[in-house]
């Protein structure tokens, strides 16, 4: 039986999957050893540099299982949580990001278990049913998301941090505060649209990524760029991954609304 589940689990992946997941964590090591961290606030670099890595393994494994539409993502979700938090308080920026991390990410990430749980696909029972969302749900989004960016990224910017990753930078500290007000917005919005099994939260994976980048080129982070690349390549193979898994639905159901109407038509 162990065996079973041990073949059941590695078959679960494709080659393109293992070769993404061991690309990234490759990449991650080899910029661990270009780009050394410096120590932030009396914490050693080290220590740092080992949360950075904590926080890819993490993230590119999670991101595998939404792509593959896994429940379990959330499972490693929470762990990625733990170590942002970590990461978030050791270098003294994006406190916006650890704010919607405690109170929205992690209740989110266990009521979004039960939910995928709840909605499995009725050919394979280790995949969760998605779908899209519709116009005007977008422009809501969007809109709140604009709104969010600036009143949350004022406040920020209010925050006088003398120690941190930009302390003695007064003009990046209020961009990466408005960048991290915008992120940590579009991050509620892809929080909901995960646990709803919505398709366009990879769109908002992909918006997420951009603005993190460029906070991490402002805060000097070059090892999570690694992270960001794996996003951006995964975010492109999950949103092909979830709109073929819509398209099958939306045949099926086609097929089986033609076969209700048919019987109808016929006992009449």
Same mark, same amino acid.
């Given at each position: 039986?162990?065996?079973?589940?041990?073949?059941?689990?590695?078959?679960?992946?494709?080659?393109?999957?293992?070769?993404?997941?061991?690309?990234?964590?490759?990449?991650?090591?080899?910029?661990?050893?270009?780009?050394?961290?410096?120590?932030?606030?009396?914490?050693?670099?080290?220590?740092?540099?080992?949360?950075?890595?904590?926080?890819?393994?993490?993230?590119?494994?999670?991101?595998?299982? +939404?792509?593959?539409?896994?429940?379990?993502?959330?499972?490693?979700?929470?762990?990625?949580?733990?170590?942002? +938090?970590?990461?978030? =308080?050791?270098?003294?920026?994006?406190?916006?990001?650890?704010?919607?991390?405690?109170?929205?990410?992690?209740?989110?990430?266990? =009521?979004?278990?039960?939910?995928?749980?709840?909605?499995?696909?009725?050919?394979?029972?280790?995949?969760?049913?998605?779908?899209?969302?519709?116009?005007?749900?977008?422009?809501?989004?969007?809109? %709140?998301?604009? +709104?969010?960016?600036?009143?949350?990224?004022?406040?920020?910017?209010?925050?006088?941090?003398?120690?941190?990753?930009?302390?003695?930078?007064?003009?990046?500290?209020?961009?990466?505060?408005?960048?991290?007000?915008?992120?940590?917005? =579009?991050?509620?919005?892809?929080?909901?649209?995960?646990?709803?099994?919505?398709?366009?939260?990879?769109?908002?994976?992909?918006?997420?990524?951009?603005?993190?980048?460029?906070?991490?080129?402002?805060?000097?982070?070059?090892?999570?760029? =690694?992270?960001?690349?794996?996003?951006?390549?995964?975010?492109?193979?999950?949103?092909?991954?979830?709109?073929?898994?819509?398209?099958?639905?939306?045949?099926?159901? %086609?097929?089986?609304?033609?076969?209700?109407?048919? +019987?109808?038509?016929?006992?009449?």
């Amino acid at each position: 039986m162990l065996m079973q589940k041990i073949k059941r689990f590695f078959g679960f992946f494709t080659i393109y999957e293992y070769c993404w997941f061991i690309t990234i964590t490759v990449l991650a090591f080899v910029f661990a050893f270009l780009f050394p961290e410096e120590d932030i606030g009396g914490v050693n670099g080290k220590v740092i540099l080992a949360l950075y890595l904590v926080d890819i393994f993490s993230n590119i494994l999670c991101e595998l299982l +939404i792509s593959k539409q896994s429940k379990w993502n959330f499972v490693v979700s929470l762990v990625v949580e733990a170590t942002e +938090i970590a990461i978030c =308080v050791v270098c003294a920026y994006r406190f916006a990001t650890m704010a919607t991390t405690i109170f929205f990410w992690i209740p989110v990430d266990i =009521v979004s278990f039960f939910m995928w749980n709840r909605h499995k696909q009725k050919d394979d029972e280790r995949l969760t049913e998605v779908r899209r969302l519709k116009g005007w749900q977008e422009v809501a989004v969007i809109s %709140a998301i604009v +709104i969010w960016t600036v009143v949350v990224g004022s406040a920020l910017s209010l925050i006088d941090v003398e120690e941190g990753i930009l302390s003695g930078q007064p003009v990046l500290q209020k961009v990466v505060c408005y960048l991290d007000a915008c992120c940590s917005a =579009v991050g509620v919005a892809n929080g909901l649209f995960i646990l709803f099994r919505l398709r366009e939260q990879w769109i908002a994976w992909y918006i997420s990524t951009f603005l993190e980048v460029a906070i991490n080129i402002i805060s000097g982070q070059w090892i999570l760029l =690694v992270l960001k690349f794996g996003y951006l390549t995964n975010t492109t193979y999950g949103y092909i991954m979830w709109t073929k898994s819509i398209h099958k639905a939306e045949r099926e159901q %086609a097929a089986v609304d033609r076969k209700i109407l048919k +019987i109808l038509k016929s006992n009449l």
